[in-house]
T-cell receptor, first 109, second 117 residues
Framework: DAKTTQPPSMDCAEGRAANLPCNHSTISGNEYVYWYRQIHSQGPQYIIHGLKNNETNEMASLIITEDRKSSTLILPHATLRDTAVYYCTVSGSARQLTFGSGTQLTVLP | NAGVTQTPKFQVLKTGQSMTLQCAQDMNHNSMYWYRQDPGMGLRLIYYSASEGTTDKGEVPNGYNVSRLNKREFSLRLESAAPSQTSVYFC????????????????FGAGSRLTVL
């Protein structure tokens, strides 16, 4: 699986959009981009995933660049409950699945 | 549908003691994983089992052993606990083996918090 790079921390004002970047420059053609988040010390939870096209669900939007080397997770209207560590990972046919250090998002009132 | 269940939730050990962390999933997933998370750090892969009957080392396997008891259960054993193994341990599962969209989504348990004195 390709490795990912994320900024260690970001702040966002409540009600504003939070845009979390992820670099995955070594991603291969059959690998999907997955995003998870971890609130406090709970088990991480799946948010969204994508291959090439932009994706949207009830939680977030995922924008993947045309060359697929980076992506951005967008929380359109961040709330205090969105304060968490956000992990970007890529996964395809490899059996192993590793995570980077993630981004600590703090939503400020 | 319980998802991924880990036991125990909390455990305190003395240096040199042994223990086994249990993990069970009811989603018929073929792959299971054990991660550890130290305070303020990300997830590090200890061992994984891509399918029943197979296990492989991850990033930080030293000091641990695993057993894939059946398709549902994947246990992690500390034979001689050390203070450096104080951590939160997460078990996860997914359906590995296909690139069908969404098939690789990991489901995590709630974690097992281990303190080694």
């Amino acid at each position: 699986d390709a490795k990912t790079t994320q900024p260690p921390s970001m702040d966002c004002a409540e009600g504003r959009a939070a845009n979390l970047p992820c670099n995955h420059s070594t991603i291969s053609g059959n690998e999907y981009v997955y995003w998870y988040r971890q609130i406090h010390s709970q088990g991480p939870q799946y948010i969204i995933h994508g291959l090439k096209n932009n994706e949207t669900n009830e939680m977030a939007s995922l924008i993947i660049t045309e060359d697929r080397k980076s992506s951005t997770l967008i929380l359109p209207h961040a709330t205090l409950r969105d304060t968490a560590v956000y992990y970007c990972t890529v996964s395809g046919s490899a059996r192993q699945l590793t995570f980077g250090s993630g981004t600590q998002l703090t939503v400020l009132p | 549908n319980a998802g991924v269940t880990q036991t125990p939730k909390f455990q305190v050990l003395k240096t040199g003691q042994s223990m086994t962390l249990q993990c069970a999933q009811d989603m018929n997933h073929n792959s299971m994983y054990w991660y550890r998370q130290d305070p303020g750090m990300g997830l590090r892969l200890i061992y994984y089992s891509a399918s029943e009957g197979t296990t492989d080392k991850g990033e930080v396997p030293n000091g641990y052993n695993v057993s894939r008891l059946n398709k549902r259960e994947f246990s992690l054993r500390l034979e001689s606990a050390a203070p450096s193994q104080t951590s939160v341990y997460f078990c996860a599962s997914r359906n590995y083996g296909t690139v069908v969209s969404g098939a690789n989504v990991l489901t995590f348990g709630a974690g097992s918090r281990l303190t080694v004195l």
